[in-house]
């Protein structure tokens, strides 16, 4: 079993930047990867940025490619996301996602287990 607990998230004006981290427990994960989703209100949960355990190879949503990264501690067992000239189209809940298959990052099914996800509110 895997525990994930989101943290950073509030409300910040267009333009602001935010630090989301997502720590995770009850396994290790050397061969994992982690990802980030959102979901807007009405709208289905979206990809956002993922990052290999081992390696450190990162994958981006065209949406956020050059204004959010991506990165890990590995002892800590915590995943962050920088995110900055946040627009307010970056407004949702931003979960975290732990995979331990074979598969598209980018597809949502591809992860096993996920966080409570965080509130991230830009105002314009």
């Known amino acids: 079993q895997v525990q994930l607990v989101e943290s950073g998230g509030g409300l910040v004006q267009a333009g602001g930047s935010l630090r989301l981290s997502c720590g995770a427990s009850?396994?290790?994960?050397?061969?994992?990867?982690m990802g980030w989703f959102r979901q807007a209100p009405g709208k289905e949960r979206e990809f956002v940025a993922a990052i290999r355990w081992s390696g450190g190879s990162t994958y981006y949503a065209d949406s956020v490619k050059g204004r959010f990264t991506i990165s890990r501690d590995n002892a800590k067992n915590t995943v962050y996301l920088q995110m900055n000239s946040l627009k307010p189209e970056d407004t949702a809940v931003y979960h975290c996602?732990?995979?331990?298959?074979?598969?598209?990052?980018?597809?949502?099914?591809?992860?096993?287990?996920w966080g409570q996800g965080t509130q991230v509110t830009v105002s314009s």
């Open positions: 009850g396994r290790t994960f050397s061969s994992y990867v």
């Open positions: 996602a732990v995979s331990s298959k074979v598969g598209s990052v980018y597809y949502i099914h591809t992860y096993d287990y």
